[in-house]
């Protein structure tokens, strides 16, 4: 068994791989990568599909040239292969070398070529494409009926995600050695249909050198804390919520999550509404106390701001904790109530945002998801975790975690009060923020995928102990054990 290695789960941008890869050619020829890489395609083509007609489409860079491979080695299986070249690599290259052991069929790179094949090998350009695909170029991958990709769609941007022109919809992607921000993000992800990661040979200590500032978010880039024989209430963590008087049921949703995800003791901070928080939950202690009087505690340091609040009532909370120096989540109303304002959320631990209230708070996420959340994260001081169907998890440092272990079913209301519960009962039995925050949106994840096709948002808590189990069990597993590469 493969011990787990931090690693396993970077992402790296296409030029922090472009960095890795000319370390790499120190040690290893670059036609011999592509060779590994091409070989690596024609498996997966093979694996996934019976012998077809294809044409391969290579563009003159390097991902040219592991297209002339794939093209050697679909040739070589007894499949039709022929090559249609955007422009010959530059001669002397790697790209060069390899096209040279291509001795199949060439043809025109034209629309009737890739019209008239089963399957098109889109090897034209990279992950690294800084420009807008030229409409010529555009016009031969729209006119193929079949599509896969060497390491992105031509036309996806491999760091922020974004279409450069256009790209084809892909059955299938294979990429090599690291995912790329792109390979995550959504919408785009969807354009890449199954997507390999495949084992090139890439020497270790190439990466070592260049170690990544992203991860795929999963169980080993954290762990959860661990329950001993001699854990109680207060080493679990204490998670307090400030509960307003309109929307009582988000306040309930956190605090259940909160528990439910291994919170020792939960309390609502409800002042004179306490009598009505009272009714229902016998496991949640209702406080009608000023929060000053209730802040004298010092076992309750992590406190949630925002669900169910009133901009009113956050403007009379929030400066009163953040000033007490608690470990503040803000989320729902101390969001609507920055908006505008990023600086009033300075001092908090985490904020939550989904596009609409980031939007509101920050501007547009825009075009480049990542570097806007990363941005956020240095403006605040504050972890900040953009929800979404690929959330991320910036830290104020620019570390940054990829999360898509999640369904379409936590698109509902009052699930994202659940998961401020989670990440506070993470926070409260001591997790660093960061770490407190990835684990709190995988689990989150992973209960939603436990809960069935259309939970309501009562019910996520339901499946969280089962999720917690789950990650514990993952994390002692390598990242390929665990089904990530």
């Known amino acids: 068994m493969r011990s ?33 890489a091409g070989r690596a395609v024609a498996r997966a083509m093979q694996a996934s599909m019976r012998p077809a007609r294809v044409l391969v489409l290579c563009g003159p860079g390097n991902n040219g040239g592991d ?48 019209a008239r094949v089963d399957v098109v090998l889109d090897a034209v350009f990279g992950a690294g494409l800084a420009r807008d695909v030229e409409p010529a170029v555009a016009d031969v991958l729209r006119a193929a009926r ?12 491999g760091g922020s995600g974004q279409v450069r022109g256009y790209a084809p919809g892909a059955e299938l992607t294979v990429t090599f050695c690291r995912y790329k921000p792109a390979h995550l993000l959504y919408p785009v992800r969807e354009s890449m249909g199954r997507i390999v990661l495949a084992d090139i040979g890439m020497p270790s200590d190439a990466l070592e050198a260049h170690p990544p500032l992203a991860w795929l978010n999963a169980p080993g880039l954290w762990r959860v804390p661990e329950l001993t024989p001699e854990s109680h209430k207060y080493t679990r963590g204490v998670v307090s919520l400030c509960a307003g008087e309109n929307m009582p049921g988000a306040a309930r949703l956190c605090a259940s999550g909160a528990r439910a995800a291994g919170a020792g003791l939960v309390r609502l901070a409800a002042g004179d509404n306490a009598p009505a928080f009272r009714l ?26 925002g669900p169910g609040l009133t901009e009113a009532e956050v403007e009379r909370t929030l400066p009163v904790l953040v000033e007490a120096g608690r470990c503040v989540l803000a989320d729902a109303g101390a969001l609507s109530a920055a908006a505008g304002r990023p600086d009033a959320l300075r001092g908090v631990a985490v904020m939550t945002p989904h596009a609409g209230e980031f939007a509101r708070v920050f501007g547009a996420v825009g075009d480049d998801p990542p570097a ?85 948002a009562e019910e996520l808590d339901r499946h969280l102990g089962s999720a917690r189990v789950e990650a514990e069990r993952l994390q002692g597993l390598s990242a390929r054990e665990q089904g990530l590469l």
């Open 67 to 114: 297209g002339y491979a794939a093209a050697r080695f679909l040739l070589e299986a007894g499949w039709p292969v022929a090559v249609a070249a955007l422009a010959e690599p530059k001669p002397g290259s790697a790209a060069a070398e390899v096209a040279g052991r291509f001795v199949g069929p060439r043809v025109p790179f034209v629309a009737a070529e890739a």
């Open 4 to 36: 787990f290695s931090l690693s396993d789960l970077g992402v790296y941008t296409p030029v922090e791989m472009g960095a890795v890869d000319r370390l790499a050619a120190q040690q290893i020829p670059v036609a011999t990568l592509m060779e590994n």
């Open 372 to 456: 806007r959340v990363r941005q956020a994260a240095r403006q605040t001081g504050a972890v900040v975790v953009l929800k979404g169907a690929s959330t991320l998890i910036a830290a104020p440092d620019g570390r940054l975690a990829i999360n898509i272990h999640a369904t379409p079913a936590l698109g509902t209301a009052g699930s994202g009060d659940t998961l401020s519960g989670v990440i506070a009962a993470m926070l409260a039995a001591g997790m660093p923020v960061w770490e407190a925050a990835c684990a709190g949106v995988w689990l989150h994840g992973e209960a939603g995928r436990r809960a069935g096709a259309w939970p309501v």
């Open 280 to 305: 229902g939950d016998p496991g949640l202690i209702v406080d009608d106390a000023p929060l000053e009087v209730l802040l004298g505690d010092a076992r309750r340091h992590v406190w949630v701001c």
């Open 146 to 157: 079949r599509v896969v990709a060497v390491d992105v769609p031509s036309g996806v941007d």
